[in-house]
């Protein structure tokens, strides 16, 4: 019988395949000072022997106004991003447009409220909420007091739970510091990525406009937003050059999970509205749409990125996908078990226990959304990434509405959203990445 380690002093510790760990800091290539509108440069430099853990690298920046009035987030500080590239070499790896609507709508359904009012409050810029209780009926105001605390101490008085979707405020000319996870591609890989390349990851990150990234003054123009000190952190690897050739032997592979968007127009008149999206992929996993006031989108007093239409204005009544010509699901999708089907998408049955950041009336409300899991679908032979094959194939959403909408909400503008599996490979002869979607 061997001797408990505790107690063995004759044991010696392996020596470490890793040599050292760093956390590293890259800083934009193409300037220091960024507004609105802008866009922002940033090169993951290649080092031998090392990888890079992406997946929970923090982009951080300050952020300060100089309009003349108080404006606040969107929603988190991802609402200043606008479209995110990410690319090797000239070779487009990842392209997600309208990336801070995809944020926005994943923290919805992907984040709890207490995580969106607690940790995400002080890192990301999420407002902290402010719950209400209502006040009670009485002659006046002593009569309504007393009711009230009486109210508390009986423990049934009426509260409010207040928004966990809002975003914080920056007066005028104050200055605060932000950081947010981004998502997709080689930010959700199943692996540290290969830091030795023959040429450095590039991640291209385009500001939203001032008038869309917040929410409060009319006349806020992109110079006037000042963005600084911006930094992707992220751990970097580095092991010993035997093992690094060891790993490097079984090739470099990378399954990532992505998004690609697109976008559509309902009529203010129509009843029904079909489109053909352009998400051609091997792994196509689920697909989500959202809704937006076609007029909100540019109005800087309007929430353009999260105040999406409701299930009632909308006058919701089915949905399908039509791919290739058949149908998915079987039965239409329907307004009673919407919010079924749109969890199902997100990988939760009805059976797991999983929190979300909106409420009840949010998500029949700003917080709607239409979205269908395709990861059911096998193609033939393939067991380990599930998914509809669509490379081959048209995809196109079916929806008929109750009735025509009136001028409000009017027009409709619906941001089609793909989720997909990426396999992203090194070639060994040109260390270099290739996409395959």
Known sequence: MSLPDGINYNAQKMDSAVVDSQLVEIQPMNGRTFNCGSQIILELPNRAFSFYDLESSTLSMSVQNNDGTTVAFDSTLASLINRMQVINAGSVLSDVVDYNKVHAFMMDYQTSREERITRLAVTSGNAVPIDTITVPAGANDTAKATAHAAAILAGSAAITKGSARLGQTLAQFEKKNFSTQLIGSIFSSNKYINAGLASPLTINLFMEEAKKAFKGATDVVDSDIVITDVKLQFQSIRVEPGVYNQIASQGFTYQCEDYATSR?????????HTVTLPFRYSKLKSVYHLFFKQADLIKGDKRSQTARVSLDDLKFQEYYLNIAGSKFPAMNVAGFNVFEKLMQSLGVSGYDSHQISVSDVEAKGEAF???????????????????????????????????ARATDPGAIAVIHVATYDSLIQMDPATRLLVLST
Do not use: H, Q
């Open 369 to 403: 959304a239409v979205g269908l899991d395709l990861e059911a679908v096998r193609n033939k032979g393939d067991t380990l990434m599930s998914g509809a094959s669509t490379i081959d194939s048209s995809v196109a959403p079916v929806f008929t509405f109750s009735a």
């Open 264 to 272: 559509s127009t309902i009529e203010t008149s129509a009843t029904a």
